[in-house]
């Protein structure tokens, strides 16, 4: 069975360019979280989809950052414009619904 | 404060010898997750519990829900098991992330 993917591994983008982080749960798992971890700090929860839906969007930073699950497969995270601070890694994971959650390898973004 | 902390933040051993990380929570939980993640790696669930005692392999995992703590062991620590080593509690549905535990075993 094939894991969750993120495409891309790195992506090096300047100052007030746009980045689009994509995330492939493992079929069949209606959820799908993003995280994000900034050098030195610890991981921290961006938003959860449950299907197609944002259950939970309270971790998301700006409105730069814009999240969507169309047909609740894959997912993509959006930045516009990125800022320096929006450097770190991105990591989805994705769930059955009460089961444990199962990361990607994470998509590493540095924004000079 | 973090609302979940870990210790220690380094932690250096000798091959063969036990470990034990700690990680306490000052939040409601509906389950704790212990995670690894290699140097350049991903990061992989070793266990999630909600109470009691897990154990695979030479890890064990333990909770203790009224104390709001849990451990992982490792015992017979070998050099393949250094990595970051994190705590993450299930608060809602999300996870709220320890700062890790970075593990170096020397041979």
């Known amino acids: 069975e094939a894991g969750v993917t993120q495409f891309p591994s790195h992506s090096v983008i300047e100052k007030g360019q746009t980045v689009t982080l994509r995330c492939d749960p493992i079929s069949g798992h209606d959820n799908l979280y993003w995280y994000r971890r900034v050098m030195g700090k610890e991981i921290k929860f961006l938003l959860h989809f449950v299907k197609e839906s944002k259950q939970d969007e309270s971790g998301m930073p700006n409105n730069r950052f814009l999240a969507e699950r169309t047909g609740g497969t894959y997912s993509t995270l959006k930045v516009q414009p990125a800022e320096l601070e929006d450097s770190g890694v991105y990591f989805c994971?994705?769930?059955?619904?009460?089961?444990?959650?199962?990361f990607g390898p994470g998509t590493r973004l540095t924004v000079t | 404060k973090n609302e979940v902390e870990q210790s220690p933040q380094n932690l250096t051993a000798q091959e063969g010898e036990f470990i034990t990380i700690n990680c306490s929570y000052s939040?409601?939980?509906?389950?704790l997750h212990w995670l690894q993640q290699h140097p350049g790696g991903g990061i992989v669930s070793l266990f999630m519990?909600?109470?009691g005692k897990k154990k695979h392999g030479r890890l064990i995992a333990t909770i203790n829900i009224q104390e709001k703590h849990s451990s992982l062991h490792i015992t017979a620590s070998h050099p393949r098991d250094s990595a970051v080593y994190i705590c993450a509690v299930r608060n809602t549905d999300k996870l709220i992330f320890g700062t890790g535990t970075r593990l170096q075993v020397f041979p």
């Open positions: 519990l909600s109470s």
């Open positions: 994971a994705s769930s059955q619904i009460d089961r444990e959650q199962y």
């Open positions: 939040v409601g939980i509906s389950a």
